[in-house]
């Protein structure tokens, strides 16, 4: 793929926010943006590095409508040794052509959406924080823009990646978080487009997380819409239950996101000693563990927080606080992801990919 890149003024140049204490999540972005059009005539076309700067839409786009829209979200980290890292990058391509398919749009050849990455983040290198835990987070998206009303697969596009410098996902950082598990309103529905990264899943989660979040608790534990008794997802994360040395987290069902991370944990945890499991899970069987000590701890894991504690669930009008609150297992799989992802662990994977030097 050929990728113009239309050169930046001294003034379009704004000055780097890095500070490790300041840095929220998703907030500040940098100078530059990657975007691609494609029509059905033409497929992907007009690929270019420019300003980052609003879009200009007419208000008959679809997505504006119809919510055809998907996206993505990945991180690039330094090294101690100053090398530009990302973490299995080809893993969100595919997931993206995955979204693209249920969300009848078009697919983006994998070499493409990583070369993409490869060349914008490497024009914006001096946005990527430097301290352990910091790092660029990059997220790709696509939209509908043909401008017409009707509910059909619209005939235009628009892919763009924007990069945001940012610290922890939680204002805790790594210390552990309390969940709502929410027993009424659902997040997907079987058949429905759960396991895909759709804004629409996040429009419709929204209501039940600031419920949430008005009771003091960070995030919403959903559960299955047929039964509202089977675990599916945290907000944002996959959800890992850990039973001494066993881990295990609710089998992917076509509502769940397969998470990245997820799928690594369950790939790393063998080699680690723990043996994995992924099966149903009622939430009855949950608190049941969590009460009679079987559950030694709980944690979420999804890019943007990476793997965070949990040490307590709410569940009708009653708390379930997880003994181990930041637990040995927990750390041990951290320690181990975080040290591959920054380039201090070996990586027998195959999972970093170095995108160039600082
Ligand atoms: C709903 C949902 N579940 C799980 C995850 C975790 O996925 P990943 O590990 O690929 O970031 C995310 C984040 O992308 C998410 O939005």
Redesign the pocket.
């Known amino acids: 793929m050929n990728i113009h890149v239309e050169p930046l003024s001294e003034q379009d140049m704004k000055p780097v926010f890095d500070n490790p204490e300041q840095l929220d999540f998703g907030t500040v972005f940098t100078d530059r943006m990657f975007t691609m059009k494609y029509n059905t005539e033409r497929g992907w076309h007009d690929a270019k590095i420019e300003k980052y700067r609003p879009i200009l839409l007419e208000p008959a786009s679809c997505v504006l409508h119809y919510a055809q829209e998907i996206f993505?979200?990945?991180k690039a980290y330094i090294s101690k040794d100053g090398r530009i890292l990302m973490f299995r990058p080809e893993?969100?391509a595919k997931?993206m052509n995955r979204s693209a398919k249920r969300m009848c749009m078009p697919e983006i050849p994998v070499e493409d959406f990583v070369q993409a990455i490869k060349e914008l983040v490497m024009l914006e290198k001096r946005w990527i924080p430097k301290q352990k835990g910091t790092a660029l987070y990059i997220r790709p998206t696509m939209i509908a823009t043909e401008p017409v009303l009707g509910v059909h697969p619209s005939k235009e596009y628009l892919f763009f990646i924007i990069l945001s410098p940012v610290g922890p996902y939680f204002k805790s950082g790594f210390s552990p978080v309390s969940i709502y598990v929410e027993d009424k309103l659902v997040?997907a529905v079987p058949g429905g487009v759960?396991d895909v990264?759709t804004g629409g899943?996040?429009a419709a989660?929204l209501y039940a997380s600031v419920k949430a979040k008005e009771k003091g608790f960070s995030q919403v534990l959903w559960l299955d819409a047929k039964e509202h008794r089977y675990i599916e997802?945290?907000?944002?994360?996959?959800i890992f239950f850990v039973y001494g040395n066993k881990i295990v987290t609710p089998a992917l069902n076509g509502s769940?996101?397969?998470?990245?991370?997820?799928?690594?944990v369950l790939e790393l945890a063998p080699d680690l000693g723990y043996d994995v499991e992924e099966r149903l899970i009622s939430i009855d069987e949950v608190l049941q563990g969590i009460e009679n000590g079987k559950i030694t701890e709980v944690f979420?894991?999804?890019?943007?927080a990476l793997i965070a504690p949990i040490d307590s669930l709410y569940y009708k009008g009653r708390s379930y606080i997880v003994k181990n609150k930041v637990g040995e297992v927990t750390k041990v799989i951290y320690n181990d992801l975080v040290n591959i992802q920054y380039g201090e662990a070996e990586d027998e994977y195959g999972w970093v990919y170095e995108l160039g030097e600082l």
Do not use: C
């Open positions: 993505e979200g990945l893993e969100n997931r997040r759960g990264k899943n996040y989660s997802e945290v907000g944002a994360m996959n769940i996101l397969p998470g990245i991370t997820r799928k690594s979420g894991t999804g890019t943007a």
